[in-house]
């Protein structure tokens, strides 16, 4: 456009001159105003590109992440009634003497707990995330509910070593039923990583806080991963070579379950290998 209105200008003009600077001035201001607002436009739509692509990838890891978890729920579901179902039919079609069934039934009875425990974290989940859950406060005795969790997986697991610092009568305010599930998620959670022939350690103290610690000597958590693995249905390790049952449900409603108490949870490494859970809670 320039450079037609400068043909159209007429050497005899007396403002020649003046025309031209003007055209040349008008020219200037055209190209930066052109160059700006492209820049701007580029800008906008690299960010917008930025932005749908990170909200597609991490759309594509939620959907990634739920269907390793169907998967590892529909596992955690099928074993226990497997098992249950199992059993049932052997006592039913064979005769067995006393011990026999005994050891039938309670291995039924624990498979039924499991399935139970595992439908509870599914359900609080829910709950929880959708504000649907009131805590109810009281005044509970601490240390007695974690010695009675803790007596309860040494019933379950009489195989692992299971060693207890618990200072007695410390009392705390909150919900005696989802501090019994963060109890029960941790020392869970340590059995699963722990080898048998290494030693989970559960300790219990009250200074400012009353502080819960569950130890195992498994393979241990990378730094990268200490937060990650409070993620909803996030799992440590890689998926396809992940060996340890769990649906990632367990330390996500810890977690959430400590933060409605206003407390505090996180992760240390232990020495020599392992990892240490605290978890601390005002008294």
């Known amino acids: 456009m320039s450079t037609l209105k400068i043909k159209s200008l007429s050497y005899s ?26 820049a701007i436009f580029f800008l906008l739509i690299s960010a917008g590109a930025i932005f749908l692509f990170r909200a597609v990838n ?7 992440q739920q269907q390793n978890f169907m998967m590892a729920i529909t596992h955690e579901l099928k ?15 064979r005769k067995l003497d006393d011990n026999q069934q005994l050891k039938l039934i309670s291995n039924t009875i624990e498979e039924n707990n499991r399935m ?7 359900l609080l989940s829910s709950q929880m995330e959708a504000g649907g859950y009131q805590l109810a406060f009281a005044e509970i005795n601490f240390s007695e509910l974690v010695l009675n969790c803790v007596r309860d997986f040494k019933n379950r697991f009489a195989f692992k070593a299971i060693q207890t610092e618990i200072e007695e009568n410390i009392f705390l305010k909150g919900d005696i039923f989802l501090l019994q ?10 059995v699963k990583y722990t080898p048998k022939e290494s030693v989970l350690t559960i300790t219990l103290s009250k200074g400012k806080f009353s502080t819960l610690c569950v130890a ?15 993620d909803k249905f996030y799992r440590s390790g890689i998926e396809a070579t992940q060996k340890s049952k769990g649906t990632g449900l ?3 409603l810890v977690k959430k379950i400590i933060h409605a108490h206003k ?3 996180y992760i240390k490494d232990n020495k020599p290998k392992g990892a240490k859970f605290f978890i601390e809670l005002k008294s």
């Not at 007396?14 to 201001?29: G, M, P, S, T």
């Not at 074993?79 to 079609?93: D, S």
């Not at 139970?116 to 599914?122: D, F, I, K, T």
């Not at 599930?181 to 340590?190: H, K």
């Open 13 to 38: 003009d007396v403002n020649y001159n003046i025309k031209y600077q003007n055209i040349i001035e008008e020219k200037k201001r055209k190209t930066g105003q052109y160059l700006g607002e492209g």
């Open 58 to 64: 991490k759309q594509l890891k939620i959907s990634q």
């Open 79 to 93: 074993t226990p009634i497997a098992i249950t179902k199992l059993n049932l039919e052997t006592i039913q079609k």
């Open 116 to 122: 139970n425990a595992l439908c509870s974290n599914l």
């Open 181 to 190: 599930i963060v109890i029960n998620n941790l020392i869970d959670n340590a």
């Open 216 to 230: 195992d000597q498994g393979e241990g958590i990378n730094d990268n991963e200490k937060k990650k693995v409070f």
């Open 250 to 252: 367990g330390l996500f």
């Open 263 to 265: 407390g505090d949870i």
